[in-house]
Structure formats: C-alpha cells, structure tokens
C-alpha cells in the first residue's frame, strides 16, 4: 500500500507531467500576448466589445495550441520516449534547451510582431526573410525600435523570464515499475500521446479535416484585421512556410472567363504616340488621410494635414474620390504601380514564380525608344528593387551607390529625400528625351527621423511618422521647384502615389477601405482642362496607372494590365479589386464586398456606412454585389492561373 501511495504521489513529477504543464504555461504566455497586443492598439479596433474580445481570445487558443505544439514536438518527445534514461539528470538538463530555445524565440517574434502590424496591418509571415535579405541595417533598426516601443520590449523581456522562473525541472527518479507494466503503460502514453499532437498541429479530428491555416480566424471575427488579434507569429511564420503559395482556382471556365474580365488590353483609340516624358513617384507610407486636400471634412473642417506642397500640386491635377492600394507593404507596390500587377495572397516579388517574364511601362515605353531608369536612395539590392527593375526592362537603377556620398545617408534605409530627389532631377537632366524613370522615396519610414537641421521645423502632429510626411513634402517641393528650370518639365507627365498606407489615426482610415486610401495624382503641365476635371466617381487603384499612362500618351499595342485606364477613357468594369488578408476585396462606387474565396464574408455601403460597421451581405444576391462578385473572381482566377502558368505578358 505504501509503495502504491509513493506512486501516485510521485505522478506529478512523471515527465508527461512535467512537459504538459511547460507547455501550458507557453500556452498562457501566448494568451497573455494576444490580450497584451489588443490593450496597446485598441484605437485600431475601436467596435470590439468585451464579449467579442473574450470570443477572439477564446478562438486564439486553436492557433496557439498548433503553434505551440510544433514548438515544443522535440521537447515532447525527448519526454515521451518510453525509457528509464529520461530521469537523467543531464538529459533534462538537455530537454529544457529544447524547450527554452524554440518558446523564446517564439515570444520574441510575436512581441516584435507588435510593432511591426501597426505598419503592415498583418501579422509577419516568412515572406519577410525574403524582403529583406538584402537588408544589412535591420540588426540597427531592430535595436532602435527596441527602444522606441520600450513597453513592447519589457512585457518582452518579462515573459522570457516568466517562463525560465515558471519551468518545471524535477521529474521522477524512482519509478519501480515492473519492466513489463513500465513499458506497455509507458508506449501505450507515448502512442496516445503522439496521436493527440497531430490532431491538435492539424486543428482538428478527422481525415476530411483540413489543417488549419490563417484563413480559419475569420470565424471568430466581424472584421478581417481583427485576425491579427486571433493569430499569433509564430503560427502566421509556421503556415506561410507550407504548401502551395496559392489554391487551385477555377469559378469559370475558361471561355466564359475572358468575356468577364481579361489582362489583356487592346487599344481602341486613334491618339499618335506623344514623345512625352514619364515621371513616378512612388512616396513611402503616404497614406490619403496625410493629405489635407482629400480631407476637407475631418475635424469638423479644422483638418490641415501635414502636404501643404502636395495639396497646392493636387488643386491642379487630375485626381480621384476613392484611390487605393493593392497591398500594406512596400515590396507590393512596384510591381502595382509599374507592372498593373496586383498583390493577391502574397507579394508576387516574393513568390516561387518572380522568375516569370513581366512588362511595365519601362519595358512597353522602353521598345519605342524612350530612355528608362529606376531610383531608390537604400543600398543597392534592397527590397528587391533592383531586381525587379532590371526583369521588368528598366535600363538603369540608381541607387545608394551611385549616389555616392554617405554623408547624406539617414543612418538606416537611404539617403534623405531631400538630396537624393535632387540628385534624381539632376539625373533626369542628363537623360535623352523622351524618358520614363520612376523613384522610391524613403524617408517617412521607422523610425521616422527627418535630418537634424529640420528638428522642430515640420508639424510634429500626432505621431513621429507625421513630420517625416511634412518633410518628404518639402523635398518634393524642391524638386518640382528644379523641375521647372528644366526643358523637359512642360512635356512630361507626372504620376504620384505611395506604396501603402502607415500609421492612422482618423476611425474613417482604420476601416478595410481606410487601410488601402492613397492618393493617386496625374499632373501635366499641359493637361486639358476638361480631361482633368471630368468628374470620375469609379475607383481607380495602382494598378490603372500603367493603362492610363499608355494610353494617355496613344500607345497603339495590345498590353497586359490587370487594371483599366482612366485618364482619356473610363473604367468599363468600374471596380477594384485588391487582397486584405485572408479575404478578397472588391470595390464599386458605394460598395465594398468581401470574400473568402469560398463565401461572401461582408458587404458595406461605404458611401452610407463610412465606419464599415453594418454589413449588408443578405443583399448579396442583388444584381450589384453579384456583378462584383463575378468579376473579383474572374480577376482572382485571372492572377492566379497567369502567375502560375508564366503568362503576365501579351501572349
């Protein structure tokens, strides 16, 4: 009787004991985390109720048990394993390496997470290695955010330490078991055991059942960013290294399939081939809502924005209601805004197809003879941009390196704006007309630093970011200010937009149309009148600047565009189509439809509802929201099939 008491009470120090409350106590710390990330951005989700947040927090837990399940599968089974060795002093010792090791890294990468969603909007997937590998000063940046965003870094550091103090370390020595009742007990847990991690890794019983990926947070959400509270990292980085990068589509046929929407574009009018030059700018984080042109109405009308140069350049271009990006990260928007190559799913630059042959203005432009160069002030190699300019027909790429002279180097990403939008000037100088060049700025990025000698000059605002805006403004103005000297200013036309939104702070920008408003603004010295103010209610995307340039300027060959000209002509299918992860998005004039790729997850009439907040999809099968839905689909399978069968060209 006493040695069958001393077994029982020695079951709290049996190993499978041991490992499972490690692991419940990664489990807590993850839970802790989720509720940690929503207390510091609750401006982001400002309908979350406190039902709806303990549903999401409760919906976590399917996320968090997969994640930590595959973190802790060697810890579990050096546990698990039926033998006697496992009470080895040095062995345990060994054990909670592996359980130390994989946990903290994967605190520490959902603590990060933190800071890096409130620019990106989603949770970090492996598709952020590849962006920045060519990166050297992340190790800087990482360091200056850790001190940036230092309540990030403590919380941090005590949930490392919360689970080094909290670690279960003593397991049973003395286990006296006959060898025979040992082992058979031992493997009949081992199996049970082993049979019950998968199922909790797939999320789920059942051979029908599909392991579960990001998508399944949706369910526990009224609105898809609110899947950055459901997920955690470690899950997101887990699911985005598996499988195929995008499903097997197929809403129509293939037939039927062109007659709804189709990339390829023949120009229809009878305009000759203007010599003009072509100017892009693509402005780092500009977000619409910065803007105080587009946004007469905040606050009461007191707005004033942080553009002033930008607002007086708009009151003489063509510009739109409702301009949008296609992604939330800069590596989206080259390929957008020069190739009318949407981001759906995952950034194409980022995909195992970027070797596919793509076009752009510069290669289109390029074979009539017009001279074409790309400029981004960052290292060369950064972002990938050099890369993709080269395989989309840009002739040159300028970059830090041919800036030549580090004096000017913000200590982070590039060389200031200011200088480095000089140098592109002057660069465009020497160029033969007629040219086609674009440039990425760079200054209005973490950490949001302008130079010192403009401390205190720009308006601070409500965020660091905001006097980064006020900045990249003063140096386009510089720009244009040399621009103007220039003979090729009067015949060049110049296309504005930014790659992605950043931070905001407005309730009508936080919403899933918010997120995408960035401006989108054609100006041309010589533009007609009536061409610039022919009122146009459509909305117009990235992705309608490479068509709208063509045949602005009469380029008279088929092209391939996923977007829709709308400087001479108008949209023929007035809608825009971009991805909000995990659902497709789709936007008319008024409405904004939502879609899983399965099902209709929301339907919106922004125009009415401009906080998002009364979804309206019982109306789907109205006429309207089921033309949209057509046509998301068609352009989804579009993408899709063409990225994966290498046909993003003029076949």
Known sequence: MTNIKHQISNIKYHPWVVAVCNWLLVMAIL????????????STYPDVSMSHLLEMMAGGIRFDLTASLYLNSVYFLMQLLPSRFRSNTIYQQIARFFYWIPNGLAIAVNCADMVYMQFTGRRTTVTFFTEFQNDSNLAHIFFTSALQYWYVTLFGIAMLALMVLLTRRTVVTDDNRHPALYYTTESLLFALSVYFIVIGIRGGFGAFTRPITLSNALQYTNRPNETN??????????????????????????????????????????????????VVFILESFSKEYFGYFNHDLDSGTYQG??????????????????????RKSIDAMPSVLSSIPMIISPYILTPYSTDEVSSLASYLGKKGWQTGFFHGAPNGSMGFQAYSRSCGFDAYYGKDEYNNNDDYDGYWAIWDEEFLQFYGRTMSTMQEPFMTAVFTATSHHPFQVPERYEGVFPEGTHPLHRCIGYTDYALRRFFAYAKTQPWYGNTLFVLTADHTNVLTHPEYTTDKGRYEVPIIFFDPQMDEAVRTRERNYP??????????????????????????VILSDKKEPYVVNYNNPVYQIFSDSLLLQFDGKEVTGL???QQD?????????????????????????????YVSRVKENRLTVE
């Open 31 to 42: 839970s802790v985390s989720r509720l940690f990330y929503y207390l510091t951005n609750m």
């Open 229 to 278: 509270i459901v997920l955690n990292t470690p899950f997101a980085l887990m699911r985005s290294s598996e499988g195929r990068v995008f499903p097997n589509l197929r809403y129509f046929e293939e037939n039927e399939l062109e007659t709804i929407m189709t990339p390829v574009h023949q120009p229809e009018g009878s305009k000759p081939l203007e010599q003009k030059n072509v």
């Open 610 to 638: 401009r906080l998002l907040q009364q979804n309206l999809k019982e109306r789907i099968e109205e006429p309207e929201p089921q033309a949209m839905l057509r046509y998301l689909q068609a352009t989804v399978q579009q």
């Open 306 to 327: 942080y553009t002033p140069f930008l607002d007086s350049l708009a009151a003489h271009s063509l510009t739109f209601p409702l301009s949008l990006a296609t992604g």
């Open 540 to 565: 117009v995307a990235q992705t309608d600047i490479l068509p709208s340039v063509l045949e602005y300027i009469g380029y008279d060959e088929p092209y391939f565009a996923f977007g829709q000209s």
């Open 604 to 606: 919106y009439n922004f």
